[in-house]
Structures are given as structure tokens and as C-alpha cells.
């Protein structure tokens, strides 16, 4: 078993930057391929990112290649996600999950068995 809680949303003006945290209790991040997904109103949720197990290999969307970063933060037990350039269509609630296998298939939802309650970003133009 493995709890997520994400934080680090807000509120923010186009071109703008944030940093979210999934942190994790129970065990080891270390131990699971994590994403972050998105969901806007009225929309289904969306892959934004995901870092592999093991290999710490990097998985982007193209909507946020090259401006959201995925990595992870050992000491403590977080994947992070930084955010630059953030437009308004990147407003959504954003969550984490995690799959303690180095395969799950990252772009399926259905793969994950933990989620955080997500946190809220913002993006006013």
C-alpha cells in the first residue's frame, strides 16, 4: 500500500511557472513507475508525464514537451513536476499515480492502482 498526496497548485498568469510534489507514505517511491495526469472541466483526463521504475525514464505528452519536467526527489520520497511556460489550456486538476511495475502502460488510467485527490492549476491569460 502506498498513500499520495499532491501539492503545489495555485493559481498563475500565462507564461508563469509551478512546481508540484506527489508525496508518498508507506513506502518507497523509488519502488514505482509515477504520472501525472490532468483532467479540465468538461474533458477526460489526459497523460501529462510519467517517470519508468528502475530506469527512471521519462515519458512527456506532446502538449508539454519541453516545458514540464518529471523527476523524482529521494529524500523525500516525492516526484516532482515542473511546470514553466504554463499556458491557459494546462489548467486542469492534476494527479498523481502509481503502479509498482516497471511496465504498466503509463497512458492507460485504468493500470494505476494508487491516485492522489489531485490539486488544482490555474492559468489565467
Known amino acids: 500500500q502506498v498513500q499520495l498526496v499532491e501539492s503545489g497548485g495555485g493559481l498563475v498568469q500565462t507564461g508563469g511557472s509551478l512546481r508540484l510534489s506527489c508525496a508518498a507514505s508507506?513506502?518507497?517511491?523509488?519502488?514505482?513507475?509515477v504520472v501525472w495526469y490532468r483532467q479540465a472541466p468538461g474533458k477526460e483526463r489526459e497523460f501529462v508525464a510519467a517517470?519508468?521504475?528502475?530506469?527512471?525514464?521519462?515519458f512527456y505528452a506532446d502538449s508539454v514537451k519541453g516545458r514540464f519536467s518529471i523527476s523524482r526527489d529521494t529524500a523525500d520520497n516525492t516526484v516532482k513536476l515542473q511546470m514553466n511556460s504554463l499556458k491557459p489550456e494546462d489548467t486542469a486538476v492534476y494527479s498523481c499515480a502509481a503502479d509498482d511495475s516497471a511496465f504498466t502502460n503509463i497512458y492507460s488510467p485504468r493500470a494505476f492502482d494508487y491516485w492522489g485527490q489531485g490539486t488544482q492549476v490555474t492559468v489565467s491569460s
Open positions: 508507506g513506502r518507497s517511491l523509488n519502488m514505482f513507475t
Open positions: 517517470i519508468r521504475r528502475s530506469a527512471d525514464t521519462t
